[in-house]
């Protein structure tokens, strides 16, 4: 099993930032990929950003330059960096890791985190 935590949300006036970070423990491998997904009520949950251990990443469209993902593969550490936070993007953040390749089979596994809220308002 793997455990995530999620900290750094919270409240931020429209343009401003906040950095999150998760930190995997248990039967965690830094070959996972790990990633940002966010929902709101009634919408489904989209992803955010991703990293993989070699530092490539993909970002969700609406990000457009203004999230920065990354990762320390020594402390199992995956942070997301949000500047110029708008209102649309409030939302619970949660934290993932995709641990279904390279690993001992029994630990093959998608895990989430328990979800931390963002929301931006003036």
């Known amino acids: 099993q793997v455990r995530l935590v999620e900290s750094g949300g919270g409240l931020v006036q429209p343009g401003g930032s906040l950095r999150l970070s998760c930190a995997a423990s248990g039967n965690f491998f830094s070959v996972a990929a790990m990633a940002w997904y966010r929902q709101v009520p009634g919408k489904s949950r989209e992803l955010v950003a991703v990293i993989v251990k070699d530092g490539r990443t993909r970002y969700g469209d609406f990000v457009e330059g203004r999230f920065t993902i990354s990762r320390d593969n020594d402390k199992n550490i995956c942070d997301l960096q949000m500047d110029n936070l708008k209102p649309e993007d409030t939302a619970v953040y949660y934290c993932?890791?995709?641990?279904?390749?390279?690993?001992?089979?029994?630990?093959?596994?998608?895990?989430w985190g328990q979800g931390i809220q963002v929301t931006v308002s003036s």
């Open positions: 993932n890791v995709d641990q279904r390749v390279g690993v001992p089979r029994e630990f093959e596994n998608i895990y």
